[in-house]
């Protein structure tokens, strides 16, 4: 399927590097009597090729296709973790979530994000914003972490990470956590549930009455169960992930079509991204390696997208950005000034975006999850695993992360493994763990996506198998 392979990445490079030239603009002016809205747009478990502009030609996305014409498309943008949760801590609070223990994915009951974490929503509160959210929120079920309590004035849609995407008696037991509910209260839903989202994303922007707003749109979509309703799935030849992301495009397109006939739109800042890469067999993460839940880039390499009030045609930037940076940088757009509590790992990216500097905003990026943990500094990345060997790929020539390096260049390894580590010192330990057969999990995807010559599907069988007979042995070597 993929003989083409280098010829594929030279283009893809060619085409990077074409775009290059488009990269810096001028910011637009907002209304002198108006802020900036800001909207962001959270797609879940989105593979990195899915998309028509990122070059799938059997997923139709003219939707976010424009906004990616119209906007910033960058080439080189990461999520703070390859998982749903602490990826969502990252972005929403714009410091890596490792440091206030937020690291495994799934908070057990009784955690949560930590409550000393000020959340974007609560900075825009503090600007006298209007702060809403919809659909999954997945940082923490208690009271203390419900949304009306961490900085938004509304909120609809599950605390937990997924769902059946039609109302049923398993989910939505208003005892469950994966209820949809509307400030606390039951909701009882009709038809499919991303329709359902977008029609109250369009009703919380009509109730902001003029005033600026934050909305954090947070779809579980294309995230399983891979259901559809029948007219989708006719649209997309039975495959119910297709199906999945052409709803949500077109949902999209309903929104903006909503913000473009009140001029809202002309007024707002809009990001789309995932908060991590495909992990199903019917993702693709192309032309990248690995998948959700690992740290090759095909687990946290998204497509992030800036979409802002000036007319422009499609732009790129290259340099390596992160999820951290979208608060900062948003605040900014909107010309606002908050005093964080405590200091930011994101970095505003006007100046670079809008002004022309031309420094790496991010010198070096770091990932930590439980046993794994990876750097990327420059184009180098180095990934640690326990009970495999360092693993370093020189990105800029490598990006599907297919030749280690690492015994080339054990100057490298042991340069940012130090640097790695200086970096944890000033890390919480994680607050809770995850089941123990997820560590024979990823040590397998580790060995499968490294040792593959060309891609692989995203999820093996075999790969589970052989980690339930590991954690067998485990079990029985230390009972």
């Given at each position: 399927m993929f003989k083409n392979t280098a010829l594929a990445l030279k283009a893809l490079f060619s085409f990077v590097a074409l775009c290059h030239c488009l990269s810096f603009l001028t910011i637009a002016e907002p209304s002198k009597d108006k802020k900036l809205n800001v909207l962001v747009i959270m797609a879940d478990d989105l593979g990195y090729h899915d998309l028509s502009f990122q070059g799938s030609k059997h997923i139709k996305t003219p939707n976010i296709d424009k906004l990616a014409k119209g906007g910033i498309f960058f080439t080189d943008g990461h999520t703070s973790a390859s998982v749903c949760s602490p990826s969502r801590a990252g972005f929403i609070t714009g410091r890596y979530q490792q440091r206030f223990g937020h690291e495994a994915?799934?908070?057990?009951?009784?955690?949560?994000?930590?409550?000393?974490?000020?959340?974007?929503g609560q900075a825009f509160q503090s600007q006298g914003y209007k702060t809403f959210l919809l659909g999954k929120w997945h940082l923490g079920n208690t009271y203390a972490q419900y949304p009306t309590r961490r900085g938004f004035d509304e909120f609809w849609g599950l605390r937990e990470g997924s769902r059946s995407y039609f109302y049923n008696q398993e989910n939505?037991?208003?005892?469950?956590?994966?209820?949809?509910?509307?400030?606390?209260?039951?909701?009882?839903?009709?038809?499919?549930?991303?329709?359902?989202?977008?029609?109250?994303?369009?009703?919380?922007?009509?109730?902001?009455?003029?005033?600026?707003?934050?909305?954090?749109?947070?779809?579980?979509?294309?995230?399983?169960?891979?259901?559809?309703?029948?007219?989708?799935?006719?649209?997309?030849?039975?495959?119910?992930?297709?199906?999945?992301?052409?709803?949500?495009?077109?949902?999209?397109?309903r929104l903006m079509a909503f913000l473009e006939r009140t001029k809202i739109k002309e007024n707002t800042v809009i990001w789309f991204l995932s908060d991590n890469g495909g992990t199903v067999n019917r993702a693709s993460n192309y032309p990248l390696n690995g998948k959700k839940g690992i740290l090759f880039e095909g687990g946290m390499r998204i497509p992030l997208i800036l979409n802002h009030p000036t007319k422009t045609s499609l732009s790129?930037?290259?340099?390596?950005?992160?999820?951290?940076?979208?608060?900062?940088?948003?605040?900014?757009?909107?010309?606002l000034s908050v005093n964080f509590p405590k200091p930011l790992d994101g970095k505003d990216l006007t100046p670079y975006l809008f002004e022309g500097k031309k420094e790496d905003p991010h010198s070096v990026l770091f990932w930590r999850k439980l046993e794994m943990k990876s750097i990327r500094k420059q184009n180098w990345k180095l990934i640690i695993t326990e009970g495999l060997p360092p693993m370093l790929y020189d990105i800029d020539n490598d990006l599907s992360e297919r030749h280690n390096k690492a015994d080339e260049h054990p100057e490298i390894v042991s340069q940012l493994s130090k640097q790695l580590k200086d970096w944890e010192g000033d890390?919480?330990?994680?607050?809770?763990?995850?089941?123990k057969i997820y560590d024979f999990v990823r040590k397998y995807d580790y060995m499968r996506f490294r040792d593959a010559k060309d891609f692989v599907p995203l999820d093996d069988p075999k790969t589970k198998k052989q980690a339930q007979k590991d954690l067998e042995n485990f079990e029985r070597l230390n009972n």
């Amino acid at each position: 399927m993929f003989k083409n392979t280098a010829l594929a990445l030279k283009a893809l490079f060619s085409f990077v590097a074409l775009c290059h030239c488009l990269s810096f603009l001028t910011i637009a002016e907002p209304s002198k009597d108006k802020k900036l809205n800001v909207l962001v747009i959270m797609a879940d478990d989105l593979g990195y090729h899915d998309l028509s502009f990122q070059g799938s030609k059997h997923i139709k996305t003219p939707n976010i296709d424009k906004l990616a014409k119209g906007g910033i498309f960058f080439t080189d943008g990461h999520t703070s973790a390859s998982v749903c949760s602490p990826s969502r801590a990252g972005f929403i609070t714009g410091r890596y979530q490792q440091r206030f223990g937020h690291e495994a994915n799934c908070p057990p009951d009784d955690f949560g994000m930590a409550l000393d974490e000020y959340t974007a929503g609560q900075a825009f509160q503090s600007q006298g914003y209007k702060t809403f959210l919809l659909g999954k929120w997945h940082l923490g079920n208690t009271y203390a972490q419900y949304p009306t309590r961490r900085g938004f004035d509304e909120f609809w849609g599950l605390r937990e990470g997924s769902r059946s995407y039609f109302y049923n008696q398993e989910n939505d037991n208003p005892k469950s956590h994966r209820a949809i509910e509307h400030n606390g209260k039951h909701v009882h839903f009709e038809g499919f549930l991303t329709d359902r989202i977008t029609d109250q994303a369009i009703e919380m922007v009509k109730s902001a009455d003029k005033k600026p707003f934050f909305m954090f749109l947070s779809y579980t979509a294309p995230h399983g169960p891979l259901q559809a309703e029948e007219d989708d799935l006719a649209k997309a030849n039975g495959d119910p992930y297709v199906a999945l992301i052409q709803n949500m495009d077109e949902n999209i397109g309903r929104l903006m079509a909503f913000l473009e006939r009140t001029k809202i739109k002309e007024n707002t800042v809009i990001w789309f991204l995932s908060d991590n890469g495909g992990t199903v067999n019917r993702a693709s993460n192309y032309p990248l390696n690995g998948k959700k839940g690992i740290l090759f880039e095909g687990g946290m390499r998204i497509p992030l997208i800036l979409n802002h009030p000036t007319k422009t045609s499609l732009s790129t930037y290259n340099k390596t950005v992160s999820t951290l940076d979208i608060v900062p940088t948003s605040l900014a757009m909107a010309g606002l000034s908050v005093n964080f509590p405590k200091p930011l790992d994101g970095k505003d990216l006007t100046p670079y975006l809008f002004e022309g500097k031309k420094e790496d905003p991010h010198s070096v990026l770091f990932w930590r999850k439980l046993e794994m943990k990876s750097i990327r500094k420059q184009n180098w990345k180095l990934i640690i695993t326990e009970g495999l060997p360092p693993m370093l790929y020189d990105i800029d020539n490598d990006l599907s992360e297919r030749h280690n390096k690492a015994d080339e260049h054990p100057e490298i390894v042991s340069q940012l493994s130090k640097q790695l580590k200086d970096w944890e010192g000033d890390l919480l330990s994680p607050l809770w763990n995850e089941k123990k057969i997820y560590d024979f999990v990823r040590k397998y995807d580790y060995m499968r996506f490294r040792d593959a010559k060309d891609f692989v599907p995203l999820d093996d069988p075999k790969t589970k198998k052989q980690a339930q007979k590991d954690l067998e042995n485990f079990e029985r070597l230390n009972n």
